[in-house]
């Protein structure tokens, strides 16, 4: 499969799981959960992702990126992935008595049961999901994806309207890790079998002990802030800051996710080829900025009416953590596969170090800025997030030879496209009419403005994505093939 049908496949796939997951959480909030229970839940599952870091222990990658895949060692890497997986279900239902006495809270005890449980599916997929991937089969991961989602959003609504309460996201955790993995056997089965030998799945666990500490290093920065402001702030403002961090997440995943899921491989194919990086990065780089910046400006200027719209009144206190949070992750995605463009070029160990550094001043920034209250911590992910970007940039810049003069150009005029973008918000907001209770069709309207002038600041600043609008606008129009190189 060619790299911008790949990306087309991905691109629905990220689309589809989005819109089921969005509508799930936005039909939850309005009629079912309080912050308050949104909070619970997200301690519990933090928590026990804090402990899922070793199910994948670097298996994916492996599988994804290595030169040479030999066939007669996959069922081999798959008993590895389930073996580790099971165990660490167990480490998860275990913790959660002590967990639930820690907070103070019994119930989180049901709930990470629940998602125990899901863990003792989710390492069945792992290495038929790497496998597709690595093949870019990303029509069977589309239906593996959707799917999943459909499945889970449909129990997850369907318990929560039963009075499950936050259970009810549990149940449908559970019932999408099923789905996924019932769909990822059916199109690419591979079943455990216990390794013939050490020397079949020693290169695989070499690799997987460099990618356990970046996997636990990212885990504990990511993981430990609902931990962190559910200790200092408590549940609500857990469920508040939960829900702002998540839609701002959600919406850079599903501007450009799945674009940086589709190079991965792509980029593994081009070092195997002995082709220079540095190029398409850049326009990786071009692409990311452009659409996300565009996007995470107009979610920050219209976050009053997008949590009304969406949530309703209950989620008001919603809005200004959005901003933040949404203007942070135009710095996350602004260097994209900061991870593995070093994997892939052997240099593990020294992102190792980085990441570890990393993540201690992301968990140091946000305890410090909690102390201030719920929007401080906020505030910390602008921090933490401008402080990861000098990080990476850097890194990246000189481990791909980065031309400085390209790089400051392309985030200049995707700075510019993105003030255009958000213009008419910003105009609105000026003649005063603009208000948390303006409605769906001035919204529309608004934002509608503003994908024209983006599209217009594109073109008139040649930036490089306006390359990747007339190749859509064509292949739409049946004048290009799909298949033309990226």
């Known amino acids: 499969m060619s790299i911008r049908r790949a990306a087309l496949w991905s691109l629905a796939s990220q689309y589809a799981s989005f819109v089921i997951q969005f509508a799930t959480s936005v039909i939850i909030s309005r009629l079912f959960l309080l912050p308050a229970d949104v909070g619970l839940f997200s301690i519990a599952l933090a928590a026990a992702m804090m402990v899922s870091i070793f199910q994948d222990m670097g298996i994916s990658r492996f599988v994804t990126g290595q030169p040479e895949m030999r066939d007669d060692h996959v069922r081999d890497y798959a008993a590895v992935a389930v073996g580790i997986g099971w165990l660490v279900a167990a480490a998860v239902a275990l913790a959660a008595v002590p967990l639930a006495r820690f907070y103070d809270h019994p119930g989180l005890t049901p709930l990470i049961l629940i998602i125990a449980a899901a863990y003792l599916a989710i390492p069945f997929a792992i290495v038929p999901a790497a496998l597709l991937t690595r093949a870019m089969n990303f029509r069977a991961l589309f ?31 559970l019932a999408t890790s099923l789905t996924r993995l019932a769909v990822v056997q059916a199109v690419r089965p591979v079943l455990p079998r216990r390794p013939r030998s050490m020397g079949a799945i020693r290169p695989m666990l070499g690799f997987g002990s460099s990618a356990f500490v ?153 305890a410090v800025f909690s102390l201030w209250g719920l929007e401080a911590a906020a505030v910390s992910r602008l921090a933490a997030a401008a402080l990861w970007f000098a990080i990476y940039i850097t890194y990246l810049a000189r481990l791909l030879q980065l031309p400085i003069a390209r790089l400051a150009g392309v985030y200049l005029r995707s700075a510019l496209c993105a003030l255009a973008a958000g213009t008419p918000l910003l105009i609105a907001r000026q003649l005063g009419v603009f208000s948390a209770d303006m409605g769906v069709v001035p919204l529309a309207l608004l934002c509608g403005t503003g994908v024209l002038c983006w599209l217009a600041a594109l073109r008139v600043l040649g930036h490089p994505a306006w390359q990747e609008v007339r190749l859509a606008r064509a292949a739409l129009s049946r004048n290009a093939p799909l298949q033309a190189p990226v």
């Open 214 to 366: 970046l996997s636990l290093s990212g885990a504990v920065g990511m993981r430990s802030q609902d931990l962190i402001i559910g200790r200092i702030l408590g549940l609500t403002a857990t469920g508040l800051f939960t829900r702002a961090s998540a839609l701002a997440g959600q919406m850079s995943n599903l501007v450009v996710g799945a674009i940086n899921g589709v190079f991965y491989p792509a980029f593994a194919r081009k070092r195997d080829e002995g082709e220079p990086l540095a190029e398409p990065y850049l326009h990786l780089v071009a692409c990311n900025t452009a659409l996300n910046w565009a996007a995470a400006a107009g979610l920050a200027l219209a976050a009053e009416p997008v949590v009304q719209l969406l949530y309703g009144p209950n989620w008001a206190e919603v809005a200004p953590l959005l901003r933040w949070t949404a203007i942070a992750e135009a710095f996350f995605f602004a260097v994209p596969l900061q991870m593995d463009i070093p994997i892939l070029l052997g240099r593990i160990r020294t992102l190792v170090w980085i990441n570890l550094i990393d993540t201690a001043a992301t968990i140091a920034i946000l």
């Open 143 to 173: 239906a593996a994806n959707a799917g999943s989602a459909l499945a889970g959003g449909a129990v997850a609504v369907a318990c929560a309207a039963q009075g499950a309460g936050p259970a009810a996201l549990a149940w449908g955790m």
